[in-house]
Nanobody
Framework: QVQLVESGGGLVQAGGSQRLSCAAS????????IGWFRQAPGKEREFVAA????????YYADSVKGRFTISKDGAKATVYLQMNTLKPEDTAVYYC?????????????????WGQGTQVTVSS
């Protein structure tokens, strides 16, 4: 089993920045990829960003490319999502997710483990 715990959400003004953290524990050696999804009220959960657990390959949704950066601190087994130039449409619950298989990166069904989510609210 893998446990994922997110932190860092909150209220931020449009144009501002925020950093989310996801601490992984348990059988992290089984992880192939780790990423972030988000879900706004009344909408489907959507892909935001992901990266290889071992290695440096990163992936981004078009809607956040150039504004968000996913990174990892291997020593802490923690992944970060740095979000800059935030927009009201970025408001959502953000979930950390981990995959143990080499499956399609941008669909939630590829991910085995999920955190509890953290709310990000961007005010206009």
């Amino acid at each position: 089993q893998v446990q994922l715990v997110e932190s860092g959400g909150g209220l931020v003004q449009a144009g501002g920045s925020q950093r989310l953290s996801c601490a992984a524990s348990g059988r992290t050696f089984s992880m192939y990829r780790i990423g972030w999804f988000r879900q706004a009220p009344g909408k489907e959960r959507e892909f935001v960003a992901a990266r290889s657990w071992i290695g440096a390959t990163t992936y981004y949704a078009d809607s956040v490319k150039g504004r968000f950066t996913i990174s990892k601190d291997g020593a802490k087994a923690t992944v970060y999502l740095q979000m800059n130039t935030l927009k009201p449409e970025d408001t959502a619950v953000y979930y950390c997710a981990a995959s143990t298989g080499r499956l399609r990166v941008d669909v939630k069904e590829s991910y085995n483990y999920w955190g509890q989510g953290t709310q990000v609210t961007v005010s206009s």
